[in-house]
């Protein structure tokens, strides 16, 4: 099975071109953490900022992925267990490295707590083989913006 190098959530990626450059990658503001200024009348119930972020995970392959095909999962999950997103991608192993990236428009923000982006890999056809790789938390907090009082 692949080895996981890199699985992180961030703001943009920027792979370097084939022709002049190496195509490396490069993760811009990794995501760890955001605070969402509501106040006591937001209805957090369907709160999500619009902002496009990006998961991203690097795979490097083994003596034993000769001939091999993956899918890997990007699983969402909010503080209360709902699932917000499943998405899969296949990869073959033909190269020694694999990167997956994945674009998503829009943050879900409306419960407070952490919520848990999982990554899962498994072999093409065969679900039993689907397995938890890592785990990265995305913490939410609600920042309550205290009201001013207005001069009359």
Not at 42 to 48: F, W
Not at 70 to 83: D, I, M, N, R, T
Not at 96 to 114: A, D, T
């Amino acid at each position: 099975m692949p080895k996981l190098l890199i699985f992180a959530p961030c703001e943009k990626v920027i792979i370097s071109g084939e022709e002049i450059g190496d195509g490396s990658s490069s993760l811009i503001t990794i995501l760890q953490s955001i605070n969402v200024e509501v106040s006591e009348e937001t209805d957090k119930t369907t709160l999500s900022g619009p902002m496009t972020w990006y998961i991203f995970s690097l795979w490097q392959m083994q003596t034993d992925d000769a001939e091999k095909a993956y899918e890997q999962h990007f699983e969402y999950v909010a503080p209360s267990g709902k699932l917000l997103f499943n998405l899969k991608t296949e990869f073959s192993t033909t190269k020694p490295y694999q990167r997956v990236v994945s674009k998503i428009i829009g943050m879900p923000l409306f419960e407070h707590g952490e919520y848990k982006l999982t990554l899962r890999l498994g072999e093409v056809g065969k679900p039993d083989s689907l397995k938890d790789i890592a785990v990265y938390p995305i913490n939410i907090a609600h920042v309550v913006k205290l009201q001013q009082n207005q001069p009359q």
